[in-house]
């Protein structure tokens, strides 16, 4: 008994290539779906295509047997073309970024006429409609970056605790962008000013901590953050007289250390 196993976006789509592969028609075919197709997350992460075995029919046997389909030969029904996934994890995004260096955010980058800005944008208000918000985005473009200004009411849900919601946006968002774009664009998303205000909490967070280190003469280990977050520390006490800090730990623990010079 003869049978192909094919995948497609959609269950229909690998039925119609199976078809194709072996130039017969639906009736000569039984269909078993072995994979139903899913979408991932925001239709970006996880995507699965649909699989299906098709067998030929017994009662087809005496038919002449199923040849590959020649250039020449068409079908009424058109095959769908699959979208095209964006398969760029974070780590190629750096290591591109280190390849190319500084990015003008100003220049013309686009992908077959479709601006990676508008992209990123329309991104996140399809994003927010499911949660029940509907927000505005607005952009501010500098040398090498991207802010994309998120403005709305009820943002605590697109920023979540501590913004780490607002972070999976947006390294979700500079794949979207990236994807349109001929050079790395680099997108920062901010919610309600929460990026200012999360720095001013840490900068204070930072000058309490070295305080204690110096009053107890022990480092304090902080809790995991993020690169930016982590940045923002040693920054804030590169010139303190008396203490120092360092990172330890890996990715997406690793934590800064406070400690006496």
């Known amino acids: 008994m003869k049978t192909l196993i094919v995948s497609g976006k959609t269950i229909e789509d690998a039925v119609q290539s199976g078809l194709e592969q072996w ?11 072995l994979d139903k197709p899913s979408r991932g997350l925001f239709g ?10 098709l067998t030929l029919r017994a009662d087809a046997a ?5 040849e590959p389909k020649s250039e020449s030969t068409s079908f009424a029904k058109p095959v769908h073309v699959a979208a095209v996934k964006v398969e ?11 390849e190319e260096g500084a990015f003008d955010a100003s220049s013309d980058t686009s992908i077959d006429g479709k601006d990676p800005i508008e992209e990123a944008k329309q991104f996140i208000i399809d994003v927010a409609r499911p949660m029940g ?7 501010h473009k500098r040398k090498d970056t991207v802010t994309l200004d ?10 979540g605790r501590r913004g780490q919601t607002l972070d999976s946006l947006q390294y979700l968002t500079n794949l979207v962008a990236n994807r349109y774009s001929k050079h790395h664009l680099r997108i920062i998303l901010d ?3 929460f990026r200012e205000r999360r720095k001013k909490t840490l900068e204070s967070l930072a000058d309490r901590l070295a305080s204690k280190v110096v009053r107890t003469r022990q480092e304090v280990v902080l809790e995991p953050m993020t690169p930016q977050e982590r940045k923002i520390i040693h920054a804030k006490l590169q010139d ?22």
């Not at 130039?23 to 779906?33: E, K, L, P, S």
């Not at 007289?241 to 990715?251: C, D, L």
């Open 240 to 261: 303190h007289q008396k203490v120092k800090t360092y990172s330890k730990g890996e990715e997406p623990n690793r934590r800064v250390v406070i400690t006496l010079k």
């Open 23 to 33: 130039n017969v028609t639906a009736d000569r075919v039984t269909v078993r779906v």
């Open 150 to 159: 998120i403005c709305g009411s009820d943002l605590g849900l697109i920023i």
């Open 62 to 66: 005496a038919s002449p047997h199923p």
């Open 88 to 98: 760029e994890s974070a780590a190629s995004l750096s290591s591109r970024e280190k």
């Open 191 to 193: 919610a309600e000013q």
């Open 133 to 139: 918000l509907e927000v505005e985005v607005a952009v």
């Open 44 to 53: 970006l992460i996880g995507v699965r295509p649909a699989k299906v075995e």
